[in-house]
């Protein structure tokens, strides 16, 4: 009877711990309609080591080479933004945008400005994913073409609300490789019994040693980071097009 009564408990409280979450992400959504232009972009994964920050840095660096105002908050207790940034820095090569610390009670209180993308660097962690899915505007998530790492990917896909627009970005990708083709297939998936294709962006980002050297500098060439940067603008554009 006391297990009965925990876990009748328990239920009751994940109940009321999602109903409270459905109507903060529809505060969130009435505010990204009234205020228009606000951008808060996460990057986020379960699993560490898919290249979040580098994605971030280089998405920035793209939006900051196109004339859009954009800054990178570090909300990983590994900083691996913010030592991406000081290398940059006393390298002589500083990063054309800000990389600031951050945490869940400031990411909680980031307020709307549609004067400049703010690309979250997330933490691998319930926490801090849950708040990232809460506020954002628009998600990345950066995948491997790892079957291991796609399940990851079907986790976080699985607690972001459908009408929170994201896509999935397939990074360090080898093409001629049967991984590959199965990481393709598993996301554009529609033809098994309750499957659904997941949102990606059609730029893969290859395995390069060049990015995977890019660390502590402001790289002169973006790549397929470019491209993806040029999908997740006109995706955005849409987005707002369809909120007038």
Known sequence: MLVFRKRRDRNRSKK???????????IHGCE??????????PIINAKGGVTKTTSAIYLALAASRNDQPVEVLDADVQGHASLWAYA???????LPFPV???NIVNL?????DDSKWTIIDAAPSGKIIDVCIRIADY????????PMDLQQVRAVMD????????????TRAQ??????????????????????AMPRFETVIPMRQDIKRAMGSAPSKLYEYGDAYVELKEDIARMKEGNR
């Open 159 to 170: 607690i972001i609300p459908p009408e929170k627009p994201c896509a999935v970005l397939v």
């Open 139 to 146: 998600i990345i998530i950066p995948t491997s073409d790892s």
């Open 108 to 112: 909680e209180r980031l307020k709307p």
């Open 88 to 94: 940059a820095e006393d390298a002589g090569t500083p």
């Open 32 to 41: 990204y309609l009234f205020y228009g232009g606000l951008m808060r972009i």
């Open 175 to 196: 093409r001629n490789t049967r991984a590959f083709g199965q990481t393709v297939a598993m996301l554009d998936d529609t033809e098994h019994q309750g499957a659904q």
């Open 16 to 26: 009321y711990y999602n109903f409270f979450m459905k109507i903060l992400y529809y």
């Open 100 to 102: 600031a610390i951050t």
